[in-house]
């Protein structure tokens, strides 16, 4: 979509304003910088009507924090008027790296932490704004989204009290299992594929990479990543493939039942470059793991890809399979904190996924359909005939 077309047709639902918490500020400072220079160039006979006053400005960025007691108790605080105002709230509930003063000690921020910011910033709106748009791209509590036994339901538990503090819309990007949304079924809630972004990174790092069947394959490491992987394959027009996870059910390592054999599914992959794709990396196990399976079945390169890059375990292991010739790339987002050591390893590529963001808030401000966004199926077709033709 034209960034100058038909923008200047619909009038903003209000004026725009963006909160980015502490934990997503320099996500927040590019999403911002798009859409200034957007809406910089946009002309139209109505620019300058009372519908679109305060439309063009240097800064949409609000000023807002969450400061904190001695006792670790903390208040949400806004620094000007946000009366009216279409607000967007970007907040990055995995970022470890903000720390602040508990008692005379230092704490590092946690998702409970990083959440309860965002409600008392929600709060201190004091429901003044026009509307409140949430964008969390690491779906809060998203790993507890169903219930086995007698335990919570925490991420059902958040959507239902977002929307009841006032929140309009929820934005996430690639939530473990999408069928939570259920739990808000009369509010806005959109579940982003950041999968043109994905292909086009790994165009750029890897440009003589063949998009065909006899070349590529796409592999999903478990079945429940299996539908990112059909959709891949799908519009790539080439074979995909699954590893089963035989877990021990008997014991439960650090939260889950521990993984005793990976099992694959599919044609073979000898000769071929194989693209791994998940929602997330955790500890890395998994993917590695999958990995090495492919390396033992004569796989030619492994890439592998998720929108998260947690690595809760470190990189060393993953250095130790690039210097041996397992892993050839790693692909995550820049949506949830990125360490400068990661961004520093030579295998490791960026998508940087501020543009998408700053697009999908440009036009939701101005109440335009986001379909063609959410579903990138025409955008992925003219980059491989570009890929190709290069």
Not at 125 to 133: F, I, L, Q, T
Not at 251 to 260: A, C, D, Q, T, Y
Request: net charge neutral.
């Amino acid at each position: 979509m034209s960034q100058n077309d038909n923008f200047t047709k619909n009038i903003p639902v209000g004026e725009l304003g963006i909160i980015a918490l502490e934990s997503c500020s320099e996500l927040g400072q590019k999403v911002n910088n798009y859409i200034v220079n957007w809406r910089t160039k946009r002309e139209g006979d109505h620019m300058n009507t009372l519908h679109f006053s305060g439309y063009r400005k240097d800064n949409y960025l609000i000023d807002a924090r969450c400061s904190r007691f001695g006792s670790g108790e903390a208040k949400g605080v806004i620094n000007e008027s946000v009366r009216g105002k279409d607000l967007y709230l970007l907040v990055d509930v995995t970022n470890y790296n903000i720390k602040y003063s508990l008692c005379g000690h230092e704490n590092r921020m946690s998702p409970d932490d990083h959440y309860s910011d965002l409600k008392r910033i929600i709060a201190a709106v004091a429901g003044k704004a026009r509307r409140v748009n949430v964008i969390m791209p690491f779906l809060y509590e998203s790993r507890q989204h169903k219930r086995s036994k007698r335990e919570s339901l925490d991420c059902a538990l958040a959507l239902q009290e977002l929307t009841s503090m006032g929140v309009e819309n929820i934005l996430t990007f690639d939530a473990h299992d999408p069928r939570v949304q259920n739990a808000i079924p009369l509010s806005g809630f959109d579940n982003v594929q950041p999968s043109y972004q994905f292909l086009k990174a790994l165009c750029k790092s890897v440009p003589d990479i063949k998009l065909d069947n006899k070349h590529l394959m796409i592999i999903s490491p478990d079945e429940g990543a299996m539908g990112r992987a059909v959709y891949y394959a799908n519009v790539l027009g080439v074979d995909v493939g699954m590893f089963y996870k035989r877990r021990d059910y008997a014991k439960v390592i650090n939260g889950r039942n521990p993984i005793v054999a990976h099992e694959f599914l599919g044609s073979s992959v000898e000769g071929k470059d194989v693209f791994i794709i998940d929602d997330m990396i955790s500890s890395g196990e998994s993917m590695l793991d999958v990995a090495k399976e492919l390396k033992k079945r004569k796989a030619k390169r492994v890439f592998a890809a998720a929108t998260f890059g947690l690595f809760t375990n470190g990189m060393e292991e993953f250095d130790r399979y690039y210097k041996e010739g397992i892993i050839d790339k790693v692909l995550t987002t820049n949506v949830i904190y990125q360490t400068p050591e990661l961004l520093e390893r030579e295998y490791y590529v960026n998508v940087d996924l501020s543009k998408y963001i700053a697009l999908l808030i440009d036009s939701i401000n101005h109440d335009h359909s986001i379909s063609e966004l959410l579903d990138p199926s025409e955008k992925i077709g003219k980059l491989i005939a570009k890929h190709k033709k290069k």
